[in-house]
């Protein structure tokens, strides 16, 4: 299963459609203004073999104007057991949400002017 979810990154033709979805919605946060922070979760019972798969989406969005927290460098020498739910279920554990939020609340703190009436323009 994973490695045919991981193909489907160097599928052109399912790349080319994930690829528009995330622009549109990067187009998106253009429009409103809203800044973007994307954050790149590898898959955790894989986090290198992933790194391709992410790094693409890691680039997609930054050239789209994202701000990009990438975990892949952070989780690499993890061991998957300390990061997922349990061994069914891959999602992040309540101990990796709480330091990805604690990430993104860095990221914002330091990234972000909250009392700027466009917090897109500040950043240009």
Request: aromatic fraction near 4%; charge should be negative; glycine fraction near 2%.
């Amino acid at each position: 299963y994973r490695d045919m979810m991981l193909s489907y990154y160097e599928n052109p033709e399912v790349w080319e459609t994930h690829a528009a979805e995330l622009t549109a919605i990067a187009d998106h946060a253009k429009r409103i203004p809203a800044k973007l922070v994307v954050i790149i979760i590898p898959n955790l019972f894989a986090v290198e073999e992933s790194r391709t798969a992410t790094g693409k989406v890691a680039r997609l969005m930054e050239d789209n104007g994202a701000d990009v927290i990438d975990l892949t460098p952070l989780l690499v020498d993890r061991p998957p057991r300390s990061m997922v739910v349990n061994a069914l279920n891959g999602h992040a554990n309540e101990a990796l949400n709480h330091e990805m939020a604690a990430l993104l609340y860095e990221h914002i703190q330091s990234h972000v002017d909250l009392n700027a009436s466009d917090p897109v323009a500040q950043e240009q």
